[in-house]
């Protein structure tokens, strides 16, 4: 199911002052994370479970999404 996100607060590393612009924004809303894109607050967001949202944190802790 679709969260409100009507008054999500949306967060932004502070590392993404430094990425040229490409950055994601994240809310937790209730059990659920929406994930995004900065320049297109407006656009769609992608939607998590708390076991989706933990798996993807451990997975980029652990360096798998890292480029070869």
């Known amino acids: 199911?679709?969260?409100d996100l009507s008054n999500a607060k949306w967060n932004k590393?502070?590392?993404c002052d430094n990425s040229g612009g490409n950055c994601v924004e994240v809310a937790f809303v209730g059990d659920q994370t929406a994930v995004r894109?900065?320049?297109n607050?407006?656009?769609p967001?992608?939607?998590f479970t708390g076991a989706e949202w933990?798996?993807?944190v451990g997975g980029a802790?652990?360096?798998e999404f890292d480029q070869a």
């Open 37 to 39: 894109d900065s320049k």
């Open 13 to 15: 590393s502070t590392r």
């Open 61 to 63: 802790k652990d360096g």
């Open 54 to 56: 933990d798996a993807f």
């Open 1 to 3: 199911m679709q969260p």
């Open 45 to 47: 967001a992608l939607i």
């Open 41 to 43: 607050p407006g656009g």
